[in-house]
């Protein structure tokens, strides 16, 4: 993960390793800036997954553009509503606004993954 230290990217492979685990879902992030909108990229990235999708979150944080995207597939939306997403989108930019890029996005890789666990 580009402009992270070896030690924050191993803190996010592993938060994503256990949202994926405890949910059953597939979590995916990507840090930088979208070619296009920042929703269709978003999409396009969920997209990619083919026969995962159904079953993936994508979270997306356009840092230089300050701007997050999440993407939740066919199932996962079954477990993680656009009005938990949001709320837990909120959190996280507030983190990103006073500066916590990493503080924000471990709390939302977290969150989401407890979000769709508990609703498993």
Avoid at 14 to 43: D, I, M, N, W, Y
Avoid at 63 to 78: D, H, P, Q, S, Y
């Amino acid at each position: 993960m580009r402009g992270l230290t070896t030690a924050q990217a191993d803190d996010i492979r592993k938060a994503l390793r256990t949202a994926e685990r405890r949910s059953g879902l597939r979590f995916g992030l990507f840090l930088g800036e979208p070619v296009g909108g920042r929703r269709h990229f978003a999409e396009r990235l969920h997209a990619a997954l083919g026969a995962e999708a159904g079953d993936a979150v994508v979270i997306l944080v356009d840092v230089k553009g300050r701007g997050l995207e999440i993407v939740t597939g066919e199932n996962a939306r079954r477990r993680l509503s656009d009005g938990v997403c949001r709320m837990i989108a909120m959190s996280m930019a507030t983190a990103f606004s006073v500066g916590d890029l990493i503080g924000g996005l471990l709390y939302g890789i977290a969150a989401l993954g407890e979000q769709a666990t508990a609703r498993r």
